[in-house]
Every structure is written in C-alpha cells, then in structure tokens.
C-alpha cells in the first residue's frame, strides 16, 4: 500500500510493462496503475499521472462522495475493483461533461481530479492530475470526408497538448508524409507544406493549395537545400536511432520546432538508448499520446512565440 511520499501512474492499454521498466521498482502494480515511491517524475509511458494521491478511508458509498467533494469538484473513476460501488460513488459526485473536442478548442482548464476504489473501505484519489481529461484519453470530432486515413489525429493531440502550432504562412516539413493526413492537417492551418516520401501523396491531398511534394527519401534531404523551415513534422517508419540522426541534423541546422513519431520496433533493447537520447534533447517532450500505438511522440518546441 502506497505511503505519503509516492506517485501514482496511469499506463495506457497494454503499455504497463514499458512504464514499469522505465519507472523502476514500484510499490505496487494494480492494472493499469503503477504506484511508484517519490515525487512525480516525467514518465513517458504514463497517459496521466497522479501528482498527490492519498488514501482516503470511507464508511460508505455517500461518505465516500462526500470526502471526495471535500477536496474539490470534479473527479473521474478510474475503476479497478468493487466496480458497482465505484460507480455508486462516483453517481455522487457532479456530473463529468465531455465531450470530443474539435480541433483548435483548448483543453478543458477547470481541475480534474481522479480516484478509484481499493477496498470497500478505502479510496485512492489524487485531486491533481497532468492530464485534464480522464485517464487522458483526449477524443475529437473527427472528420471523415477530408484525411486519407486517422494518423492526423495523433497530430492534432500533440498539438492541443502543446498549446501551439503552425501559424498562417508557416513553412512546414512533413516526412514520411504518404498517403497525406498530416500533410492536410498542417495545410488546413493554413500553413506551406512540404511533404517528403517515397510513395506518392493521395491525389486530393497532393492538389491541395499551399502543398509540395518531393517523392524522394526524408533521409536524403538537406537541410541547406530545403531552406529555412518553422515546424518539421516526421511520421516516417524507421528504427529510432535513425529518427535520432535525422533530428539532430534538422536541429543544428537550426530547425526550431519538431514534432516526431518514435516508432519503436523490434525488443526493447533495440530502441530504448534512442528513446533516452530523444529525452535527454533540451527542451523537449517524451509522450505517449492516447492516438499513439506502440509508438511515443517526441516534441521539440524552442522558445515561446
């Protein structure tokens, strides 16, 4: 049972064996949440994280919401056990409103905190999260008529993360572009696109205005030839230590945003010195977004604008 000093983290479906290796020795494992000891570290592998998690004993169900309310307003179950009485609780407490955001709309701003139930006696609640939506599963409305497939939607989660993204004007790269979702992303912004691969763009994307495409290999590009970009985006499928050379070369050539997919093939011990090496990059982001598979998204954003 998790002490005061300790943090509790939330591993998306499926991904609780990276987020245990990268967090070390837990407390304790239950599911999908690891309670690990110490304050709250960034971990990579958690979709949200628990900042002050305390146990909370209760003598019933309304004692329970009540305790709850006590500490602030808004909650969302993460339920593990005694899942009817989690639910009786959380019935309790004031209504949960969301809804999938469209794209643009900030995330929500009010405080959200989460809990679950142990034991019938006992809670485990934190009142401050790192995600604003629960267990960070953010959700849009999509649209199904414009994109050649849904990988835009990881894009569009990076950047509501964020808080920023490409501007009116804004020259964008896009590598590993094909068949074209995050290339008409990016152009609906209203940004330039340059879109890199191999393979062909799909021909509603490449008639798009504001969008150029090269059919060669993001590899091959240079810098000095391509001139000065604002943002680099890469969903390109390669092993990381590859992504790694290409975005230090972007860097010191002096790219100041990017926005890359990690996609991690093969065993651990064939990607996880590149992953490190992407989070030991100043000023940069490790995550795991909630539209991400087994992959993570690596953000670089420089100086405030």
């Given at each position: 049972?998790?002490?005061?000093?300790?943090?509790?983290?939330?591993?998306?479906?499926?991904?609780?064996?990276?987020?245990?290796?990268?967090?070390?020795?837990?407390?304790?494992?239950?599911?999908?949440?690891?309670?690990?000891?110490?304050?709250?570290?960034?971990?990579?592998?958690?979709?949200?994280?628990?900042?002050?998690?305390?146990?909370?004993?209760?003598?019933?169900?309304?004692?329970?919401?009540?305790?709850?309310?006590?500490?602030?307003?808004?909650?969302?179950?993460?339920?593990?056990?005694?899942?009817?009485?989690?639910?009786?609780?959380?019935?309790?407490?004031?209504?949960?409103?969301?809804?999938?955001?469209?794209?643009?709309?900030?995330?929500?701003?009010?405080?959200?905190?989460?809990?679950?139930?142990?034991?019938?006696?006992?809670?485990?609640?934190?009142?401050?999260?790192?995600?604003?939506?629960?267990?960070?599963?953010?959700?849009?409305?999509?649209?199904?008529?414009?994109?050649?497939?849904?990988?835009?939607?990881?894009?569009?989660?990076?950047?509501?993360?964020?808080?920023?993204?490409?501007?009116e004007g804004d020259r964008c790269l896009d590598l590993g572009a094909s068949p074209g979702a995050w290339t008409w992303a990016l152009q609906?912004?209203?940004?330039?696109?340059?879109?890199?691969?191999?393979?062909?763009?799909?021909?509603?994307?490449?008639?798009?205005p504001r969008v150029e495409f090269r059919r060669e290999s993001a590899f091959g590009l240079d810098p000095a030839a391509v001139g000065p970009?604002?943002?680099?985006?890469?969903?390109?499928?390669?092993?990381?230590?590859?992504?790694?050379?290409?975005?230090?070369?972007?860097?010191?050539?002096?790219?100041?945003?990017?926005?890359?997919?990690?996609?991690?093939?093969?065993?651990?011990?064939?990607?996880?010195?590149?992953?490190?090496?992407?989070?030991?990059?100043?000023?940069?982001?490790?995550?795991?977004?909630?539209?991400?598979?087994?992959?993570?998204?690596?953000?670089?954003?420089?100086?405030?604008?």
């Amino acid at each position: 049972m998790p002490g005061s000093e300790c943090t509790v983290y939330l591993a998306a479906p499926g991904f609780v064996a990276e987020l245990v290796a990268e967090l070390g020795e837990p407390l304790q494992v239950i599911e999908r949440l690891v309670i690990a000891p110490g304050p709250p570290r960034a971990a990579a592998w958690a979709q949200n994280t628990w900042l002050e998690p305390v146990r909370i004993p209760i003598r019933s169900v309304s004692d329970g919401a009540r305790a709850l309310r006590e500490r602030q307003r808004r909650w969302a179950l993460h339920s593990v056990a005694l899942h009817r009485r989690a639910r009786l609780i959380q019935e309790q407490l004031p209504a949960l409103r969301s809804r999938p955001l469209r794209f643009g709309e900030p995330p929500p701003r009010a405080p959200l905190g989460a809990w679950t139930l142990l034991e019938s006696g006992l809670i485990l609640a934190s009142p401050r999260c790192t995600s604003a939506f629960p267990d960070g599963e953010v959700s849009f409305v999509e649209d199904r008529e414009g994109p050649p497939g849904r990988a835009y939607l990881k894009l569009w989660e990076a950047l509501t993360l964020a808080g920023e993204r490409p501007g009116e004007g804004d020259r964008c790269l896009d590598l590993g572009a094909s068949p074209g979702a995050w290339t008409w992303a990016l152009q609906r912004l209203g940004a330039r696109v340059l879109a890199v691969d191999r393979a062909p763009l799909a021909p509603a994307i490449a008639r798009l205005p504001r969008v150029e495409f090269r059919r060669e290999s993001a590899f091959g590009l240079d810098p000095a030839a391509v001139g000065p970009i604002d943002w680099l985006f890469s969903d390109v499928v390669c092993y990381p230590r590859r992504l790694l050379a290409l975005v230090l070369r972007w860097l010191a050539a002096g790219c100041p945003r990017l926005v890359c997919t990690i996609k991690l093939q093969g065993e651990a011990d064939q990607w996880s010195d590149a992953v490190r090496a992407f989070a030991a990059i100043p000023g940069s982001r490790l995550l795991h977004l909630h539209h991400n598979k087994h992959e993570l998204t690596w953000l670089h954003l420089g100086p405030p604008r």
